[in-house]
């Protein structure tokens, strides 16, 4: 079986002032080796560039909203693939006011770029498909934060089916990416073969829920229930748990209650507020809720394994 | 007599794709003082956090043209002017075009300013004067390249004459900064000691000029004529003149020559093309024709210091 990679990079995991090592949001997400860029700060080329990452690798980029520290580094990264003679097209799925943000600056550079950059509006409506392909499908997250601002739940494709070691030698050829894909098996003496008997179902796909910026949102729990991986916002402590309402942001703790209720595996924090020197508080108060969380660090990968399926 | 700082600290000085330590256009003119920054490419935020340069000192951006490698950390730097709690107004100059773009991005995001963000758009004429205050006086220089684009030279004021020592004693306490304006002094007995008996003159105005981007353009040597210091760009060796020539760049001997043409100073080179992996033959192309020549390196000041006036 190939390996199919589901690796989270966290580019950015810092606030809106970017301090300490840590600079504005922006994750890289691979999925069957497919890149997809979420959030895209200030300096977001700098950081690929640090994870050896090829710009052409990416494909897709999906801006959460239109705070400078979610989208700033945008317009370079767009010049710079035009400048190094990117030819395959860019798809950029954002709030439609990103649209003539990217044009009136295209305009006044007198830039034409020679790759086409197709643009998709987001309905920030939770459920709704973003974007779908053979490798993953895209839903988008409406959550609560002062101006119209969107996660997305990322899930791969499922597998085909594996075949049972003791059966394959039944299975002609010719019929097998049939019954991988959960077709029964027609005999030569015209009897039927149940598909349950030749395969088994293949791992349960893996999904990935990106929530930042945002205010404690329970409406989300349906949306993200038993995801692998939830990299939630945790902008500030329970003793600034004001000043999180007032900017509609989350404290740790509500990012942890988040993810207790709607079970995820494992939560990593992040957007940390500036003032924090060390994100050991917001882990700590985080964890006392729900200990599989991690505190998110600038350049680390976050592997979401693949299940393996045990044979009887 | 009090120290007049006339210091360049070159931010950035990479041309359109950062690489290899080199950032895009960004440096910072420190005046009596006063800070003027000049151009502001993506990132420049962190790289004058990494020179200690707190944000409240610069009261002037100048834009030169809206290539993105030269403006593209505005945003970014008055959004966190803005988080910072700033009450002081900051002035910006640059192509009338960029006034809808900052504007844009400010409704986007729903951010209302807590200070008053001033711009000035430039008229791209050479010896237009751009701003004129106690310290300095900017003036246009009209630049030759793809998009309108201009330079800027930076004079600082005249300092007052300098009292001669044995003078001192003859001028009244009340008459001290009339005389060191230039005037003769009236003395008590109806006679007038004129001001060249008094005074020797101060040192000479020092004079800064910023040529960045453009192609090699000998209609500037009026205005730069003998200037203290001159960045010009040199994307590309001789080997390269021709694509030069069509990106409307200037290759090191030409920066050089033109040095040469105008008398100035020092010249100092920048916005090195990311092919280059060291400065060394640009510098070498350049130094050929004007020995007074230093390649530009990011994070590095440059001092202009001022002629100590010998008095006889």
């Given at each position: 079986m190939a390996h199919r990679q589901f690796d989270l990079v966290t580019l950015g995991t810092g606030a809106a002032l970017p301090a300490r090592g840590r600079h504005p949001s922006a994750q890289l997400l691979i999925i069957h080796g497919e890149h997809y860029l979420i959030d895209c700060g200030e300096g977001t080329q700098e950081r690929l560039r640090e994870a050896g990452v090829g710009f052409n690798r990416i494909k897709h980029v999906f801006i959460s909203h239109l705070h400078g520290d979610h989208y700033l580094g945008l317009m370079g990264l767009i010049s710079s693939m035009h400048l190094m003679g990117r030819a395959q097209p860019l798809h950029v799925h954002g709030p439609a006011e990103l649209k003539p943000i990217i044009d009136l600056q295209l305009r006044a550079s007198q830039t034409y770029l020679r790759y086409h950059l197709q643009f998709h509006a987001l309905l920030p409506e939770s459920g709704t498909v973003a974007w779908s392909d053979s490798r993953a499908r895209i839903t988008v997250l409406a959550l609560r934060h002062r101006i119209p601002c969107t996660g997305f739940v990322f899930e791969e494709t499922e597998a085909p089916r594996h075949l049972r070691k003791e059966k394959v030698h039944v299975i002609p050829e010719h019929a097998r990416a049939a019954v991988k894909s959960g077709a029964d098996l027609p005999m030569p003496d015209g009897s039927i073969v149940p598909n349950s008997e030749l395969t088994v179902a293949p791992a349960p796909v893996r999904r990935y829920a990106y929530c930042s910026d945002t205010a404690y949102a329970p409406e989300l729990l349906p949306h993200i229930r038993g995801v692998d991986l939830l990299y939630h916002e945790a902008t500030f402590t329970e003793q600034l748990a004001k000043r999180a309402k007032e900017t509609m942001h989350s404290t740790a703790q509500e990012a942890a209650l988040l993810a207790r209720e709607a079970g995820v595996r494992r939560l990593l924090l992040g957007?940390?507020?500036?003032?924090?020197?060390?994100s050991d508080l917001l882990l700590a108060e985080a964890q006392a809720v729900f200990p599989h969380t991690e505190a998110s660090e600038d350049g680390r990968t976050y592997s979401i394994p693949e299940l393996t399926i045990v044979q009887n």
């Open positions: 957007h940390f507020s500036s003032r924090y020197k060390s």
